[in-house]
């Protein structure tokens, strides 16, 4: 009898247990448990099987309240959007939007909720098309008057997605990229603590792209981060994300209370304008001794013009590269970032940063190179070479500090 994915009660070590059977690649017998738990048998005995099938509850409607600010939800997939699939035991996108708000009932009490699923993709397979797709849904909802935007995201690439709306959309309220580190099903979840403070963000008087996230391991506070400045620097940990090169712009409790830290735009400050086109044959190139510089040519030849450069410090490349650079330069923008990723590039310390300034290459000052990417991305499709070789310099939606404090770079 195929008992995966029906709920149970079984015997074992005299005790009863009752759960949900799960796949496992061993003859163990596994039971996900209601506090979200497996538990693994090698002896048991079956007393009832409970339920047939696994059939979701109907979902209750989402209820406007008179007097709470209207707030649109695109879901874009992810593991705040996942749950366990009981056929392969694999977490999987399996949330609508109008799920992930019914999952968390204090959401109703900060906002009215209007949910919309775009995609139920996990992040690793957005593509620049979606980056594109999603900027124009969210000017839409924004010419449709909701008075703010939260956009559930898988945490893997969310930095990049975040960014590539940064620069598209000019916004005059507040957009929050959100995710969870531990799926919805989890008693780790930071899901609903994620959502309940992206929503109080949205609500206030922002005006920009910000990136909300748990920051502790505890279940107490989340900070803002904004988009083009924050990076994921942990696999697994709830406060994966933390802004590089400068404070978060704010930090948002439980309870809904907003502390802001440091600068940021306020609603209505910019006038709503959609740019959405992107370059796509720009390529990230993280340098390492050894390296040919053939590999720049590869591109090159295919048709890329658009060159961000992970190289060492404070923005190098070996000696070798330099003539492939001379050769390129005058048709594609080259930007220098650095794998440190605290501090900024400055290619005039020494004699080979001086030649690669030379041979053409443009500093990334302080952005990160994901960023850098997704900038150039931007650039290249919306100006001309000689203007987008300017504007990469330029901080245009607060991807680049103007100076590098020594408390701004501390981990």
């Not at 590539?164 to 919805?184: E, H």
Request: with cysteine; glycine share 6%.
């Amino acid at each position: 009898m195929d008992l995966i994915g029906k709920r149970v009660r079984i015997e074992a070590k005299g005790r009863q247990f009752e759960g949900i059977v799960m796949p496992s690649p061993t003859k163990t017998f596994v039971l996900k448990l209601d506090n979200g738990y497996n538990v693994g048998f090698k002896d048991y005995k079956l007393l009832e099987v409970i339920e047939e099938e696994m059939i979701p509850p109907s979902l209750p409607p989402l209820m406007h309240k008179e007097g709470l600010p209207n707030v649109k939800i695109i879901s874009t997939g992810g593991t705040i959007a996942s749950k366990v699939d009981y056929r392969t035991g694999a977490v999987t996108s399996q949330f609508t939007a109008e799920e992930i708000a019914a999952e968390v009932p204090e959401l109703m009490e900060v906002c009215n909720v209007d949910a919309m699923l775009l995609y139920n993709i996990l992040s690793e397979n957005m593509k620049p098309k979606q980056w594109i797709e999603l900027a124009n849904e969210i000017y839409k909802s924004i010419k449709d008057g909701y008075e703010g935007i939260i956009i559930t995201h898988g945490t893997d690439t969310m930095a990049y997605t975040s960014s590539a709306v940064s620069f598209m959309l000019s916004t005059p309220v507040p957009i929050a990229f959100v995710g969870a580190q531990r799926s919805s099903d989890r008693p780790s979840s930071d899901a609903a603590m994620n959502l309940v403070c992206a929503a109080k963000t949205v609500t206030s008087d922002l005006g920009e792209v910000v990136v909300v996230m748990h920051g502790s391991t505890s279940d107490n506070y989340c900070y803002i981060h904004r988009a083009v400045k924050v990076r994921k620097n942990h696999t697994s940990r709830r406060d994966a994300f933390q802004s590089v090169n400068c404070k978060p712009i704010g930090k948002v409790d439980y309870f809904g209370s907003i502390e802001w830290i440091s600068d940021r735009v306020r609603r209505n400050e910019r006038e709503l304008k959609l740019m959405d086109k992107l370059e796509e044959k720009v390529v990230l190139i993280k340098f390492f001794p050894g390296l040919k510089p053939d590999i720049l040519d590869y591109y090159f030849d295919k048709g890329y013009r658009g060159f961000v450069l992970e190289g060492t410090g404070l923005g190098h490349v070996s000696t070798d590269w330099l003539d492939t650079i001379r050769r390129i330069s005058n048709e594609s923008l080259i930007v220098m970032t650095s794998q440190c990723l605290w501090g900024r590039v400055c290619d005039r310390v020494y004699d080979t940063g001086r030649y690669l300034l030379e041979a053409g290459v443009v500093e990334g000052e302080d952005m990160l190179p994901e960023v850098a990417l997704i900038k150039v991305m931007w650039l290249l499709a919306n100006y001309e070479l000689e203007e987008a070789k300017k504007l990469v310099k330029v901080n245009l939606v607060g991807e680049i500090n103007p100076t590098s404090d020594y408390d701004r770079c501390l981990f």
